[in-house]
């Protein structure tokens, strides 16, 4: 089973990310861990202050909790969970340590991947995965249809000495 980290901006766009990462790898059962960064606090008093408001409280919304749950259920054969997990610091040591703590065997984020800030301390994650120390897969898989010819006769059309082409699903 393979931890795949996913970076989310908290919409069910990210499950389409989810769904490119499972066509790409090659593996019987993964853990998806949806992933946010947030920049770490500035002052002292809000380092301190344990009853401060969390970026990330109120992010996650039942709509979204639905489509994950959906999403699990879809695919139910090789998602075994799915999870949020947030991080508050952007340095290279703090995310290795992120990494370590949640058993991440590789992120999933391809190159058209568009972080998006979805509050004032959302920080985009890209540099960090380049440095993490764990396989950083850029690349969705390209599905490749199997294509069937068919002649203008078996279409019903009036042959034109070409071939058409339809998808096969």
């Known amino acids: 089973m393979a ?29 998806i861990i949806l992933f946010h960064a947030f920049a ?5 008093f809000e380092l301190l202050t344990p009853a401060r408001p969390r970026p990330f409280a109120n992010l996650v919304t039942e709509d979204l909790r639905q489509a994950c749950k959906q999403f699990k259920d879809k695919h139910n054969s090789k998602v075994q969970k799915i999870y949020f997990r947030f991080l ?9 340590n992120f990494i370590d703590a949640n058993e991440v065997d590789l992120i999933f984020c391809p190159d058209n991947y568009v972080p998006v800030k979805v509050h004032s301390l959302s920080i985009d994650p890209l540099p960090m995965f380049k440095k993490a120390g764990v396989p950083l897969i850029k690349e969705a898989a390209v599905r490749q249809q199997k294509l069937k010819y068919k002649t203008a006769a078996e279409m019903n059309m009036q042959p034109m000495g070409q071939f058409a082409m339809q998808a096969s699903s």
Do not use: C
């Open 3 to 31: 931890n795949v980290l996913i970076p989310t901006d908290f919409t069910q766009s990210t499950l389409q990310l989810a769904a490119q990462a499972l066509e790409s790898l090659n593996v019987s059962s993964v853990n």
């Open 40 to 44: 770490q606090p500035q002052t002292e």
């Open 88 to 96: 508050e610091g952007e340095t290279t040591p703090l995310f290795r």
